[in-house]
Antibody
Framework: EVQLLESGGGLVQPGGSLRLSCAAT????????INWVRQAPGKGLEWVSV????????HYADSVKGRFTISRDNSKNTLFLQMNSLRAEDTAVYYC????????????????WGQGTLVTVPS | EVVLTQSPATLSLSPGERATLFCRAS??????LAWYQQKPGQAPRLLIY???NRATGIPARFSGSGSGTAFTLTISSLEPEDFAVYYC?????????FGGGTKVEIK
């Protein structure tokens, strides 16, 4: 069974940094594309970033480009999101989500999701 | 960026009724569109991928159609567990984008 467990969320002041982690089990992590998707309180879903299985390919939403960095440690089956220069508008639940292998690339649909970790940046 | 517009924002229906949800793209996405269901306090669940393919374990009452810029999610007969928020998402071009969601509520 695919399991994704996010951690590292919390309260951080504007301009601060936070590093999220996502521990994965139940599938071949090193060959899986993984996304970060966020959801502000009471709002819709926003795709944030994606990384290829070997870590060599990444993409970011314009809203986080230059501030957030996605990475992974395949030896530990763990995904990361380093978030710098945080703003109030980054307040959200952050989900890690494994992409379906159906598409064969990084631009595929998340088909398994964690339960999320809440990041709060006060205004 | 491809903007996805979902309508209606809210759909009020009774169990057993048919639900039809719409997603319009600001530019063609071919058939590279998915639908998700999200219940309160839960992560989203993939229902439909590439416009019309049901994901693993999804009941046959859920169906998707469309191509280009206009897509539809149909729930043929609403079950009590289907009342939730539904999102569309495209993978045709970067950045990946989601629609704003349609809430299906009990009438």
């Amino acid at each position: 069974e695919v399991q994704l467990l996010e951690s590292g969320g919390g309260l951080v002041q504007p301009g601060g940094s936070l590093r999220l982690s996502c521990a994965a089990t139940g599938f071949t992590f090193s060959s899986s594309v993984i996304n970060w998707v966020r959801q502000a309180p009471g709002k819709g879903l926003e795709w944030v970033s994606v990384i290829s299985g070997d870590g060599g390919g990444t993409h970011y939403a314009d809203s986080v480009k230059g501030r957030f960095t996605i990475s992974r440690d395949n030896s530990k089956n763990t995904l990361f999101l380093q978030m710098n220069s945080l703003r109030a508008e980054d307040t959200a639940v952050y989900y890690c989500a494994k992409a379906s292998p159906y598409c064969g690339g990084t631009n595929c649909y998340p088909d398994s999701w964690g339960q999320g970790t809440l990041v709060t940046v006060p205004s | 960026e491809v903007v996805l517009t979902q309508s209606p924002a809210t759909l009020s229906l009774s169990p057993g009724e048919r639900a039809t949800l719409f997603c319009r793209a600001s530019q063609t996405v071919s058939t590279y569109l998915a639908w998700y269901q999200q219940k309160p306090g839960q992560a989203p669940r993939l229902l439909i991928y590439d416009a019309s393919n049901r994901a693993t374990g999804i009941p046959a009452r859920f169906s998707g159609s469309g191509s280009g810029t206009a897509f539809t999610l149909t729930i043929s007969s609403l079950e009590p567990e289907d009342f939730a928020v539904y999102y569309c998402q495209q993978r045709s071009s970067w950045p990946l984008t989601f629609g704003g969601g349609t809430k299906v509520e009990i009438k």
